[in-house]
């Protein structure tokens, strides 16, 4: 009798112990979900470096703003497709950049940079970076 306790009072233990793991996993992943529709199209930050996906033939967030300094990184996640980020303006281009590749670019002047990806402009693959002047606030 007594190891049968003991047993319910070990599965019990288990039981709470998996319950409050699934809940604090629910929780944080809720919280990953929480925001707005335009936190969701952020790109991701380090530090001074932000991230520009390149995935289902579109720069993802296609409209970025940063601050003059800042560098942006493009990653290409797709599967099998190749692109490549072209500045037209100054003839600036990256190359062809194959799944889980990247490239950089440091923005060091204040303006606005359109670009796009020369294999898929005719599917609308556009962008635009933003470069301000970082506020003293």
């Not at 996906?53 to 003059?68: A, C, G, H, I, Y």
């Amino acid at each position: 009798m007594f190891i049968q306790e003991e047993g319910v009072s070990m599965n019990k233990r288990l039981l709470t112990l998996g319950a409050t793991a699934l809940t604090t996993a629910l929780l944080l992943s809720g919280a990953a979900l929480a925001g707005d529709d335009k936190d969701q199209d952020q790109a991701t930050s380090e530090g001074d470096v932000v991230e520009v996906e390149m995935v289902d033939n579109r720069f993802k967030p296609d409209e970025l703003e940063v601050t003059v300094g800042t560098t942006v990184r493009w990653v290409n996640v797709e599967r099998r497709s190749n692109h490549d980020i072209y500045f037209p303006e100054e003839d600036i281009k990256s190359g062809r950049l194959f799944p889980e590749e990247s490239w950089e670019r440091t923005f060091d002047e204040a303006g606005t940079y359109e670009y796009y990806c020369q294999p898929h402009e005719n599917r609308g693959m556009h962008g635009v970076i933003r470069v301000v002047e970082e506020s003293d606030e």
